[in-house]
T-cell receptor
Framework: AQSVTQLGSHVSVSEGALVLLRCNYS??????LFWYVQYPNQGLQLLLK??????LVKGINGFEAEFKKSETSFHLTKPSAHMSDAAEYFC?????????????FGAGTRLAVHP | DAGVTQSPTHLIKTRGQQVTLRCSPK?????VSWYQQALGQGPQFIFQ???????QRGNFPDRFSGLQFPNYSSELNVNALVLGDSALYLC???????????FGPGTRLLVL
């Protein structure tokens, strides 16, 4: 069975500071990993994904994440936070096998950015 | 290129009623998945449809059922609504055997 743990339900940073959102996964087979962002009253927008190619993945809006198999982690970072980054962030895992690709999500991390 | 669309955006029902939610996938996608997101939680997988058949199902009761039509659009039906069904229902589309799912804006259901 697969699972995702996001450490820290709430993270608060100052504008311009480093953003670090933590995600650890559990999977018995090689995983595909995703980060999605959800703004208030909206659906989920894909930030970036890892699909067994490069372990350092760059996404939209200056975000990136590094897949570390030894640590079973896929933490999301951004060097300098912007006020517009305030949102809920979800880490998700899947293993497409024969087209079956349901996503297993973590509980989410709410990012607050203050001036 | 239109993304994933869902209707309605909001819905209020009372306990015991039935509800139908609709989803049109992104152009070129043939697979539709449905997720339930309760307040303050991550989305939970309900089921996935491909070729008009349910391919996978999450841990949801039989009150939750779905359909997929030849044009790949999909419906989620929930019977005998209970208070706990209040949530944001998200539809995601993808191409079969592709890993990335694209989400619609969701339908927020309130059960009173």
């Amino acid at each position: 069975a697969q699972s995702v743990t996001q450490l820290g339900s709430h993270v608060s940073v100052s504008e311009g500071a480093l953003v670090l959102l933590r995600c650890n996964y559990s999977s018995s087979v090689p995983p595909y990993l995703f980060w999605y962002v959800q703004y208030p009253n909206q659906g989920l927008q894909l930030l970036l994904k890892y699909t067994s190619a490069a372990t350092l993945v760059k996404g939209i809006n200056g975000f990136e994440a590094e897949f570390k198999k030894s640590e079973t982690s896929f933490h999301l970072t951004k060097p300098s936070a912007h006020m517009s980054d305030a949102a809920e962030y979800f880490c998700a895992v899947t293993t497409p096998l024969g087209g079956y690709n349901k996503l297993i999500f973590g509980a989410g991390t709410r990012l607050a950015v203050h001036p | 290129d239109a993304g994933v669309t869902q209707s309605p955006t909001h819905l209020i029902k009372t306990r015991g009623q039935q509800v139908t939610l609709r989803c049109s996938p992104k152009s070129g996608h043939d697979t539709v998945s449905w997720y339930q997101q309760a307040l303050g939680q991550g989305p939970q997988f309900i089921f996935q449809y491909y070729e008009e058949e349910e391919r996978q199902r999450g841990n949801f009761p039989d009150r939750f059922s779905g359909l997929q039509f030849p044009n790949y659009s999909s419906e989620l039906n929930v019977n005998a609504l209970v208070l706990g069904d209040s949530a944001l229902y998200l539809c995601a589309s993808s191409s079969f055997d592709q890993e990335t799912q694209y989400f619609g804006p969701g339908t927020r259901l309130l059960v009173l």
